[in-house]
C-alpha cells in the first residue's frame, strides 16, 4: 500500500517568510510524528499526535513552530518568520498508534526546507 | 529520560568482511530498539526492531542485533557486508509505560555512516 507522503519535497524560502509543511500519513495510522534532520543537530523530534489526545508538543524549538492534525489524517507543520537555522529536512512518520509495544514507525522522505 | 549513543561516527570495511555498528542507550524502564538506515537522499527504513521479546533480533538484508540489558547495549552486526550496505545507520530507543505503550517519540542517536570497500 502507500507509505508516508510529503510535500513539498524541497522548499526554498527567504528569511522571515512563513511555510507550510504537508504530511499524509498511512491509511488507518492513528499516531502521526515530525522530526527534524540537520547538519549539526542530527535527528529531532519535533511533535506527536495520537488519536484525539493532546498533542506531545515537547520538541517543538519555539513558538514560531506549530502543527496541526486535521480529521485525524492529514498534518500540516507550519513555520513562521523562517530563520536560516531552520534549514534541515523535516520528516514525517506515522505509526499503528501506542496500543501495544510495538512502536514502529514508517518515515516520509522528508521535506528539504532551505532559507536564504 | 532516554538517550542513545552509537559509539562510532565512521566504520569502513571491506566487502566481504563482518560489519559491526556499536549502540548503547539508557531509558528510565524498558525501552523499545531500533535500527534505521538511510540510504543517500532516500528515506528512513526500518531494519529491525526489540520489543522484549528475543533478545537477538534478525532483520532485513541480513542484520541482526543482540539486546544485552546488563550492558545496555544493541549493536548491529553483519556478516558480510556487501557494497549495498553503504549507508548512514542509526539507533533508536524509545522509552515504554508500565503497560507495554510506548511514549511515542523516538530519539536517535548521532548515525554511523558505514562505508565498505570493493
Known amino acids: 500500500g502507500a507509505g508516508v507522503s510529503q510535500s513539498p519535497s524541497n522548499k526554498v524560502t527567504e528569511k522571515g517568510k512563513d511555510v507550510e509543511l504537508r504530511c499524509d500519513p498511512i491509511?488507518?495510522?492513528?499516531?502521526l510524528y515530525w522530526y527534524r534532520q540537520s547538519l549539526g543537530q542530527g535527528l529531532e523530534f519535533l511533535i506527536y499526535?495520537?488519536?484525539?489526545?493532546?498533542?506531545?508538543k515537547s520538541g517543538l524549538p519555539s513558538d514560531r513552530f506549530s502543527a496541526e492534525r486535521t480529521g485525524g489524517s492529514v498534518s500540516t507543520l507550519t513555520i513562521q518568520r523562517t530563520q536560516q537555522e531552520d534549514s534541515a529536512v523535516y520528516l514525517c512518520?506515522?505509526?499503528?498508534?501506542?496500543?501495544?509495544?510495538?512502536?514502529?514507525?514508517?518515515f516520509g522522505p522528508g521535506t528539504r526546507l532551505t532559507v536564504t | 529520560a532516554q538517550s542513545v549513543t552509537q559509539l562510532d561516527s565512521h566504520v569502513s570495511v571491506s566487502e566481504g568482511t563482518p560489519v559491526l555498528l556499536r549502540c548503547n542507550y539508557s531509558?528510565?524502564?524498558?525501552?523499545?530498539l531500533f535500527w534505521y538506515v538511510q540510504h543517500p537522499n532516500k528515506g528512513l527504513q526500518l531494519l529491525l526492531k526489540?520489543?522484549?521479546?528475543?533478545?537477538l533480533v534478525k532483520g532485513i538484508n541480513g542484520f541482526e542485533a543482540e539486546f544485552k540489558k546488563s550492558e545496555t547495549s544493541f549493536h548491529l552486526t553483519k556478516p558480510s557486508a556487501h557494497m549495498s550496505d553503504a549507508a548512514e545507520y542509526f539507533c533508536?530507543?524509545?522509552?515504554?509505560?508500565?503497560?507495554?505503550?510506548?511514549?511515542?517519540?523516538?530519539?536517535f542517536g548521532q548515525g554511523t555512516i558505514l562505508t565498505v570497500h570493493p
Open positions: 531509558s528510565s524502564y524498558s525501552p523499545s
Open positions: 512518520a506515522s505509526s499503528r498508534g501506542l496500543a501495544g509495544p510495538e512502536g514502529e514507525q514508517y
Open positions: 526489540y520489543t522484549s521479546a528475543a533478545t
Open positions: 491509511s488507518g495510522h492513528t499516531a
Open positions: 533508536v530507543v524509545s522509552d515504554r509505560r508500565a503497560g507495554g505503550t510506548s511514549y511515542g517519540k523516538l530519539t
Open positions: 499526535f495520537q488519536g484525539n489526545s493532546a498533542p506531545d
